[in-house]
């Protein structure tokens, strides 16, 4: 059973901490995706990933980073959150022969006081 | 770039009716469509997509939607729902398999 786990259901953070945000799936997939989901705004791509060390801006990519140092593993980083950042956070990854089929995490709600 | 609208942001629907999900999309390009469901507390879940031939696409759980290129739409329907199906769904769009755009999301909500 494909599986795309997430590191934490639930985070709350301080205004200026760093957070780290992590994705790890056992599917061999090249391509992972990190979106941000808010109510009304459904879901928002900011930052992919179709290789090892390989990374590509989405749409939303200010005041993330990400690392992918290992292929099963996909972090996300918030360099000093911000209130404006709290939302839900889903990490996703496809395989470059089924690069259509997604595979989402459970996600991880962020709340950054 | 592409865009993805959803015309209704919540849909009530009576158990064991039908139900019709709405989703256009804009594009200069071939698109590929997919339908994804997120239960409460969950991640989302594809529920079908259509990539190419058969404008008609049956996916999971008895749902099913169709490809209009004219219109530029790819509306999700099921013919009776359970209260099982409550949950919000999610049209998107691609057209490289690296970048999918999300619509807004219309929640569902199956009434006993």
């Known amino acids: 059973d494909v599986k795309v786990t997430q590191s934490s259901r639930y985070l709350v953070k301080r205004t200026g901490e760093k957070v780290f945000l992590e994705c790890v799936q056992d599917m061999d997939h090249e391509n992972m995706f990190w979106y941000r989901q808010d109510p009304g705004l459904g879901l928002r791509l900011i930052y992919f990933s179709y290789d090892v060390k390989m990374k590509e801006k989405g749409d939303i990519p200010e005041g993330y980073s990400v690392s992918r140092e290992k292929k099963e593993r996909f972090s996300l980083i918030l360099e000093s959150a911000s209130t404006n950042q709290t939302s839900m956070y889903l990490c996703?990854?496809?395989?470059?022969?089924?690069?259509?089929?997604?595979?989402f995490g459970p996600g991880t709600r962020l709340t950054v006081t | 770039a592409q865009s993805v609208t959803q015309l209704d942001s919540q849909v009530p629907v009576f158990e064991e009716a039908p139900v019709e999900l709405r989703c256009n999309y804009s594009?200069?390009?071939?698109?590929?469509l997919f339908w994804y469901v997120q239960y409460p507390n969950q991640g989302l879940q594809l529920l079908l997509k259509?990539?190419?031939?058969?404008?008609l696409v049956k996916g999971i759980n008895g749902f099913e939607a169709e490809f209009n290129k004219s219109q530029t739409s790819f509306h999700l329907r099921k013919p009776s729902v359970h209260i099982s199906d409550t949950a919000e769904y999610f049209c998107?769009?691609?057209?490289?398999?690296?970048?999918?755009?999300f619509g807004t999301g219309t929640s569902l909500t199956v009434i006993p």
């Open positions: 594009s200069s390009v071939s698109v590929y």
């Open positions: 998107a769009v691609s057209d490289s398999g690296n970048q999918f755009y």
């Open positions: 259509y990539l190419s031939g058969s404008t």
């Open positions: 996703a990854s496809s395989g470059r022969t089924s690069p259509y089929e997604q595979y």
